[in-house]
């Protein structure tokens, strides 16, 4: 008998027909997310699971599937799973490292420029249909000759930089690991400490991982110590952000914008998660700029992740070390 594949989520077709021939295929056909009842229940009787990012595989799940052989994440960011757990379950727990970085940085870029220029401001006047031309408004905060600060400079931080070059800022960074001196002379980046970056940044974009050491990283003290009218951008993960926080700080004018790709409500693991984005974010459309989490929604690029994410099940199911492993279950 094939071994069967639960898939979570929506993949395009290519990724069903690349596994069908080794597998028993169970897949979501609808674009909503299952809920963890029903993964539970197509899932305690297979060996794969391809799990995105509004699912969660803690110990407790593990327990009602016992064949599982391994769980792949068609994500670079995986605290919403527990990987000791899986380890300790004899279950391979892979990712894809590598293919989200560009289109989370494009991304990135769009949220700086329409949050720094004002143009959601803008079209939604365009469409009161009051414009009768040019008048002096909608003055705002341009890129040229200001300083960015980027907060962690792995992957998608690279990603980043790479696309500011050009952009004629001054370009800061922080992280515990310094780039080479080549890196920072092409990306034209200066390694600065985190306090100092805050402090002397009229833009922070951030990008780094949810760890224990950077869940609301950005909080009411760091905020305090921002430049007053200092744009704050996150690309990565809801919870490096104090969302009410930034609410308090975009009411006083301290900070003077704020644009997301991600929510705390998104950070599943979370026992204390809000269940919600903050209402002052979701009514402060004048300082906030948002989309909702389409960081790597680049139509080809999902399908390769999801097909990468089923090359590391084939590998599981074939006794090899999967590519995109993170744990190691051989001695």
């Given at each position: ?16 027909e690349f596994l ?256 919600k984005i903050p ?53």
């Amino acid at each position: 008998m094939k071994p069967t594949v639960v898939i979570t989520n929506w993949v395009h077709p290519e990724v069903i027909e690349f596994l069908e021939p080794h597998c028993e295929v169970i897949a979501n056909a609808n674009q909503e997310s299952l809920s963890r009842e029903e993964i539970l229940q197509r899932a305690k009787n297979a060996q794969a699971l391809m799990v995105f990012m509004p699912d969660t595989i803690d110990e407790s799940f593990l327990q009602q599937c016992s064949q599982l052989k391994v769980v792949a994440s068609a994500l670079k960011g995986y605290d919403n799973f527990d990987v000791d757990a899986c380890t300790r379950y004899g279950v391979w727990f892979t990712i894809v490292p590598s293919l989200l970085s560009a289109p989370t940085a494009e991304i990135t870029i769009g949220l700086l420029i329409g949050l720094a220029r004002q143009m959601l401001v803008s079209d939604r006047f365009i469409r009161t249909g009051k414009f009768a031309g040019w008048r002096p408004q909608f003055y705002s905060l341009g890129l040229a000759n200001r300083t960015l600060g980027i907060v962690g400079m792995g992957a998608l931080g690279k990603a980043i930089a790479q696309r500011l070059v050009g952009f004629e800022m001054q370009l800061l960074y922080s992280d515990p690991v310094a780039l080479t001196p080549q890196q920072e002379a092409a990306g034209q980046l200066t390694r600065v400490p985190f306090d100092i970056l805050i402090q002397s940044s009229d833009f922070i974009v951030l990008a780094v991982p949810l760890q224990p050491e950077t869940f609301h990283l950005i909080n009411a003290n760091t905020l305090g110590t921002m430049k007053r009218g200092s744009f704050l951008i996150n690309p990565c993960r809801g919870s490096v952000v104090d969302e009410q926080a930034v609410c308090q700080a975009l009411e006083s004018g301290h900070l003077a914008g704020y644009a997301a790709d991600v929510f705390e409500m998104e950070d599943w693991y979370r026992s204390d998660r809000p269940y919600k984005i903050p209402q002052l974010l979701l009514e402060n459309t004048n300082q906030t700029f948002f989309t909702p989490h389409i960081g790597s929604a680049v139509d080809d690029l999902r399908r390769n992740i999801a097909l990468e994410a089923a090359q590391n099940i084939l590998q599981a199911l074939q006794g090899e070390k999967p590519q995109g492993a993170v744990n190691c279950l051989w001695t």
